[in-house]
């Protein structure tokens, strides 16, 4: 084992930080969620699975959905789909959140440490008949170990982190759910750890949408570490010291205390494009409400914006769906444009309309040093029209535009369901998953979407007009 400049070899080096992963899990060890963490890991697992319902409608998703139905048949089912096995479920379950961008998300992580979570727990709590209390208590373990592997193992420049850590946090949660105790779910970390693989940010530059299955790996392997874990394979303890070590830029500050809950800062995401695109995106709205919607005399658009959305969103003129989700310049025009950034903002009429595309061109994008040394995210816009300065702030710290609170949620469900689950079901469904008591049992639940799918009056979802070129 190799020893650092400063005498200690990794496992010392980085002791604390694989201590503070195993003091999160031994500290939420055979004991239930609080209230608030439960209340809120219920708004994360509801987001995730109306982000999923919307993203399985895309062709793409829907075709894989089938193939893998085909290849490993079982008895998950999402409504109206085809039966599937645990593993096709899990791959499937983080694909689709992800395919619009509208998924949760963390800051101290620079990541969605639960969407693989909840992909890998739904489809087993559902096969193991598991209590919703079960559940969430697993999905609270996952997302504290996910969170904290994210802020510490962060990844090269060039790397995309979907692939990488939040296996981690996958690992810990199956494990709890699965009832092992801290040191075998610090062994299925481990497991994990020896097999981290590394995910290009490439695909987003270019817009290809391989980008959307990353998660689908981290999601897998960490069921896997956790179904190895507790079949008796074991892995060396210090595997995460070395992964530190060695294979990433690993961050050196303290990770948060283990009584530290990092779910309570999981952010719900009210518009469908990565969070960076956010901000611009509010002062675009509030622009928008003071223009009466009228955009046509136009003439200049500037936003100032913290430097690391710049390295993220740096993506002018996208021609591709996800190319657009990670372009500032894209969030602005089509907020501004149509006071809306949705799945329907990547499709055909949007995304070629022309008004939109001259908006686009026309937003110069600077950086605020000021944010950018504070290590803070804002923005703030100014768009000139007939020589008359509008401008707005956002930011730093909490806006009430960014956040989205039970109501919210529940109609971004509703939203994102509603192609293929009615309105009352969907709400039907929000109400009693949000309110049921802890010993309810996940099957009960899960009946409450249909078994067959309502017949959609459009679809979400199109190739035509975003090109994959």
């Known amino acids: ?212 299955v990353y998660l689908a790996h981290s999601a897998a392997l960490g069921l896997d570490s956790a179904l190895a874990a507790q079949a008796g394979i074991d892995a060396p303890p210090d595997a995460l010291a070395w992964y530190a070590e060695h294979c990433c830029p690993a961050a050196h500050y ?66 591709t769906a996800l190319a657009a989700q990670f372009s500032l310049t894209f969030g602005v025009a089509a907020m501004l444009r149509f006071g809306e950034l949705d799945a329907a903002s990547y499709a055909a009429p949007r995304f070629e309309d022309a008004e939109l595309r001259r908006l686009e061109a026309l937003v110069e994008v600077r950086i605020d040093t000021g944010l950018t040394t504070t290590r803070q995210r804002g923005a703030s816009l100014q768009v000139i029209v007939a020589g008359q300065s509008y401008e707005e702030k956002v930011g730093p710290g909490s806006d009430p535009d960014l956040l989205v609170d039970a109501e919210g949620a529940v109609a971004k469900f509703v939203h994102n369901a509603a192609p293929g689950v009615s309105g009352e079901t969907s709400r039907a469904f929000c109400s009693a998953f949000l309110d049921a008591p802890a010993a309810t049992r996940l099957r009960e639940l899960w009946r409450l979407l249909p078994v067959a799918s309502v017949n959609p009056s459009f679809p979400l979802f199109s190739r035509q007009g975003v090109s994959n070129a």
């Open 1 to 212: 084992m190799s020893v650092t400049s400063t005498g200690l070899q990794p496992g010392q080096r980085w002791a604390a930080h694989t201590a503070a992963l195993r003091a999160a899990i031994a500290h939420r060890e055979r004991r239930p969620a609080s209230e608030r963490v439960s209340a809120h890991a219920r708004l994360v697992f509801l987001d995730t699975l109306g982000c999923a319902l919307a993203g399985r409608l895309a062709p793409e998703v829907a075709a894989l959905e089938q193939q893998s139905a085909a290849l490993a048949p079982g008895d998950f089912r999402f409504p109206g789909g085809p039966g599937m096995s645990i593993h096709a479920a899990c791959k499937i379950m983080a694909v689709a959140p992800t395919w619009h961008e509208a998924c949760e998300g963390h800051a101290f992580a620079h990541g969605r440490p639960g969407v693989p979570a909840i992909a890998a727990l739904l489809p087993l709590a559902l096969q193991r008949d598991a209590t919703i209390g079960e559940l969430i208590d697993a999905l609270a373990v996952g997302y504290e170990v996910g969170a904290r592997a994210g802020g510490w193992l962060r990844v090269a420049p060039g790397l995309h982190v979907d692939g990488n850590w939040p296996s981690l946090g996958v690992a810990a949660g199956v494990a709890r759910l699965l009832g092992l105790s801290t040191a075998a779910s610090m062994n299925a970390v481990a497991i994990a750890a020896c097999q981290l693989p590394s995910s290009l940010y490439l695909p987003i530059r270019t817009g290809r949408n391989v980008r959307n």
């Open 254 to 319: 303290a990770l948060p205390q283990a009584s530290a809950d990092l779910i309570l800062d999981a952010y719900l995401k009210p518009f469908a494009a990565v969070r960076h695109v956010h901000y611009g995106a509010v002062a675009a709205r509030r622009i928008r409400a003071r223009l009466n919607a009228g955009t046509a005399d136009i003439q200049r658009i500037v936003l100032t914006i913290y430097e690391e959305a710049t390295v993220y969103c740096g993506n002018p003129r996208p021609a």
